[in-house]
Nanobody
Framework: QLQAYGGGLVQAGGSLRLSCAASERTFRYYNMGWFRQAPGKEREFVAAISFSSVTRYYTDSVKGRFTISRDNAENTAYLQMNSLKPEDTAIYYC????????????????WGQGTQVTVSS
């Protein structure tokens, strides 16, 4: 089970850190991803991190602004979001995958409930 939290309302240029807490100690064996869904749009990939933290991926629109990380001892994944823009407004979801290729939704078996991020201009 995954629980995402940390969303909120922030002004453009501000920062937020999202957290994704897992209830299972097997968390350390899963690759983790963050996705987002803006109003009227399909859910899209944002970032992913391998189970060992060795490999990280980002969608182009967030590169240099967002950082994905994890703490396997705490069973938690994070998404640090800096220099936020109004177009980052969306519901953000965390998800877990055991697949070797994990940049698309279909690779993920478990999903958190989502946390709302709203960036005002």
């Amino acid at each position: 089970q995954l629980q995402a939290y940390g969303g909120g309302l922030v002004q453009a240029g501000g920062s937020l850190r999202l957290s994704c807490a897992a209830s299972e100690r097997t968390f350390r064996y899963y690759n983790m991803g963050w996705f987002r869904q803006a109003p009227g749009k399909e859910r899209e990939f944002v970032a992913a991190i391998s189970f060992s933290s060795v490999t990280r991926y980002y969608t182009d629109s967030v590169k240099g602004r967002f950082t994905i990380s994890r703490d396997n001892a705490e069973n938690t994944a994070y998404l640090q979001m800096n220099s936020l823009k109004p177009e980052d407004t969306a519901i953000y979801y965390c998800a877990a995958s055991q697949r070797t290729s994990y940049l698309t939704e279909v690779a993920y078996h478990y999903w958190g409930q989502g946390t709302q991020v709203t960036v005002s201009s």
